[in-house]
Nanobody, 119 residues
Framework: QAQLRESGPGLVKPSQTLSLTCAYSGGSIETDFYYWSWIRQPQGKGLEWIGYMFYDGSTYYSPSLKSRTSISRDASNNQFSLQLSSVTPEDTAVYYC???????????WGQGTQITVSS
């Protein structure tokens, strides 16, 4: 059974870089034909798409976050990561890693990680 599991710190100071990792089990991020994505949801607001890494390693980011976002992968450990730099309190949200199909369905989600940006 496929699973995504996130890990990372819950508290980040303003101006620092947020780093989250998502471990995939039950398949391979290098060969499974999916878009490995990050999405976040601030409290009381809707879901916001951050970006993805395609299985071939190519990346695409939200235009509004592109200058601060990087998604990478560690194939040997079958995991992919999100880095968001220069964070502010507006980046406080629950962050999810997720798997998107070629037709746009998000069919597997991590458990969600609350990230709070505060000094």
């Amino acid at each position: 059974q496929a699973q995504l599991r996130e890990s990372g710190p819950g508290l980040v100071k303003p101006s620092q870089t947020l780093s989250l990792t998502c471990a995939y089990s039950g398949g391979s991020i290098e060969t499974d034909f999916y878009y490995w994505s990050w999405i976040r949801q601030p409290q009381g607001k809707g879901l916001e798409w951050i970006g993805y890494m395609f299985y071939d390693g190519s990346t695409y980011y939200s235009p509004s976050l592109k200058s601060r976002t990087s998604i990478s992968r560690d194939a040997s450990n079958n995991q992919f990561s999100l880095q968001l730099s220069s964070v502010t309190p507006e980046d406080t949200a629950v962050y999810y890693c997720t798997r998107r199909t070629d037709w746009g369905a998000y069919n597997l989600w991590g458990q969600g990680t609350q990230i709070t940006v505060s000094s």
